[in-house]
């Protein structure tokens, strides 16, 4: 397994825009997919988009044509760009992976489909 490190959590005015970075320590090789999770008080944490290691993305319908993920796995990191930001996208953001494992091909789907988490970072949107 890997270890995460989120950064780039702040307040913003709902319109306003951040961009999240997760840095991942360890082989970045032996990651299968990588992706960005939220939650808030009283909730499970919910996906909100996942890239794998081939490229290929998947996001929350919510925040479909808002939100960009990308990684540049030479710099073991993963990013997260936010636009358009409302008060309803406000919560704990996690960076979570899930490892290559010979034989699956799909995960982070669901906080079952993860194996490694960040610490978490707050996003915060209000006027």
């Known amino acids: 397994q890997v270890q995460l490190w989120e950064s780039g959590g702040d307040s913003v005015p709902p319109g306003g825009s951040l961009k999240l970075s997760c840095v991942v320590s360890?082989?970045?090789?032996?990651?299968?997919?990588v992706a960005w999770f939220r939650q808030t008080p009283g909730k499970e944490r919910e996906p909100v988009a996942r890239i794998y290691t081939n490229g290929l993305r998947y996001y929350h319908d919510s925040v479909k044509g808002r939100f960009t993920i990308s990684q540049e796995s030479a710099k073991n990191t993963m990013y997260l760009q936010m636009n358009s930001l409302t008060p309803n996208d406000a919560g704990m953001y996690y960076c979570?992976?899930?490892?290559?494992?010979?034989?699956?091909?799909?995960?982070?789907?669901?906080?079952?489909?993860?194996?490694?988490w960040g610490q978490g970072i707050q996003v915060t949107v209000s006027s």
């Open positions: 979570a992976s899930l490892t290559r494992q010979p034989g699956r091909r799909t995960g982070c789907q669901s906080s079952a489909e993860i194996d490694s």
């Open positions: 360890g082989d970045y090789k032996s990651i299968l997919c």
